[in-house]
């Protein structure tokens, strides 16, 4: 098993209401008539009040094109990427040379070199470290990230990890496309950054148990909270004949998003019985999870997976918070729930959590997560080897 030893997450500094949002939007595609009716629907619709963006709303129209975007989004997510990491560290009292391996993942820019290697000489991270950049997994790589360094963890037990996820969604927007899935994007997502860190099962901080607090910097707040989670286990899932339920057309106007209207169908269908399985094979049954962090998908999305896993809408009540306070963030998103989770609704002693997102492939992943104050069933203790 691993321990998360702390959590941050950060937004940039420039914050607006919805509907600011919603007019410059507008303007930007020229939306007029039916259009803008259905474009000011939408967002109200979004479950989102206000977002962060990485440049100031104005300055959106003077991008000329994908480079331009793609020049802002290199400053801005290694300044947010740097800020997060140093962030996470100093919470779990650790030092950016004791990193032994960094996982980051981003969907919303192209950076090769890769994000975590330009950040790496800024906040002094050894020349040894071990990168591991994800690209492609979109909304469901904030747990994915944590899945691959657990993974990394069981091999390496005395080791440190920290997991990146940044997004500058923002910076995606095509100004000549009036679809429903464009518009629809444009109310949902957001900028923002975060990181994890994990401690493997033989780390002097995981047996300690690693008293720190998470924190959701920039505008929200930072709270202490107790002894931190462990990774008990992670599962993958690839739906075949689903590659264009979201993702991105690339072409020169660069990230054009793919967003079918089925994704709360195939959340109903598949969730419920992947989520049983997960469990089953650890002895459990989702009347033994206490607390679920998932991605905010977007309303639809959240009211499909609380009917999929037959929970009330509250089981779910950081995550709708979340979506509303900063909007979807892709794959930073559920490593903010995460945080928000452990800062303000500490888990019961002993409980057993879910983190789950789901992405471009189509794909879903789930990680269960134990509070620390009680010894695993039996059957968990026999992941730990």
């Known amino acids: 098993m691993s321990r998360i030893l702390a959590v941050a997450g950060v937004v940039p500094e420039h914050r607006y209401d919805q509907s600011e949002i919603t007019e410059l939007f507008g303007r930007l595609i020229g939306a007029h008539g039916t259009t803008l009716e259905l474009l000011r629907r939408v967002h109200a619709n979004s479950g989102v009040s206000q977002r962060f963006l990485s440049i100031p709303l104005e300055e959106y129209a003077a991008l000329p094109d994908f480079t331009a975007a793609n020049d802002v989004y290199l400053d801005v997510a290694v300044d947010l990427g740097g800020r997060v990491i140093t962030e996470a560290l100093s919470r779990a009292g650790l030092t950016p040379e004791e990193v032994d391996l960094v996982v980051s993942t981003t969907i919303t820019g192209i950076a090769v070199p890769s994000l975590e290697a330009r950040i790496?000489?800024?906040?002094?991270?050894?020349?040894?470290?071990?990168?591991?950049?994800?690209?492609?997994?979109?909304?469901?790589?904030?747990?994915?990230?944590?899945?691959?360094?657990?993974?990394?963890?069981?091999?390496?037990?005395?080791?440190?990890?920290?997991?990146?996820?940044?997004?500058?969604?923002?910076?995606?927007?095509?100004?000549?496309?009036?679809?429903?899935?464009?518009?629809?994007?444009?109310?949902?997502?957001?900028?923002?950054?975060?990181?994890?860190?994990?401690?493997?099962?033989?780390?002097?901080?995981?047996?300690?148990?690693?008293?720190?607090?998470?924190?959701?910097?920039?505008?929200?707040?930072?709270?202490?909270?107790?002894?931190?989670?462990?990774?008990?286990?992670?599962?993958?899932?690839?739906?075949?004949?689903?590659?264009?339920?979201?993702?991105?057309?690339?072409?020169?106007?660069?990230?054009?998003?793919?967003?079918?209207?089925?994704?709360?169908?195939?959340?109903?269908?598949?969730?419920?019985?992947?989520?049983?399985?997960?469990?089953?094979?650890?002895?459990?049954?989702?009347?033994?999870?206490?607390?679920?962090?998932?991605?905010?998908?977007?309303?639809?999305?959240?009211d499909a997976m609380a009917e999929a896993l037959e929970i009330p809408r509250d089981a779910l009540g950081v995550t709708w918070r979340s979506l509303d306070r900063i909007g979807n963030l892709s794959s930073a998103s559920v490593l903010h729930v995460l945080a928000d989770t452990l800062a303000d609704h500490a888990p019961p002693a002993g409980s057993f959590g879910v983190l789950l997102a789901m992405g471009p492939g189509f794909c879903l992943e789930l990680v269960l997560l134990q509070a620390p104050g009680a010894p695993a069933s039996p059957a968990l203790s026999l992941i730990a080897g």
């Open 120 to 302: 790496a000489g800024t906040i002094g991270l050894r020349d040894d470290v071990t990168r591991m950049p994800l690209f492609g997994l979109g909304c469901v790589a904030g747990a994915a990230g944590i899945a691959r360094a657990h993974d990394y963890l069981l091999g390496h037990p005395d080791r440190v990890a920290v997991v990146l996820a940044v997004e500058l969604c923002s910076l995606t927007v095509q100004r000549d496309d009036t679809s429903r899935a464009n518009l629809v994007a444009s109310g949902l997502f957001g900028d923002g950054a975060a990181a994890v860190v994990l401690a493997g099962a033989a780390h002097p901080l995981s047996t300690a148990g690693a008293a720190s607090p998470a924190t959701t910097t920039g505008e929200a707040t930072s709270t202490a909270y107790g002894p931190q989670p462990q990774v008990l286990a992670s599962r993958s899932r690839l739906y075949p004949d689903t590659q264009r339920a979201m993702g991105w057309d690339v072409g020169s106007t660069g990230l054009r998003i793919v967003l079918d209207v089925a994704i709360p169908v195939l959340v109903r269908d598949h969730v419920r019985g992947d989520v049983d399985r997960f469990l089953a094979s650890h002895g459990l049954t989702r009347a033994d999870i206490a607390w679920w962090v998932a991605h905010p998908g977007g309303p639809k999305v959240l």
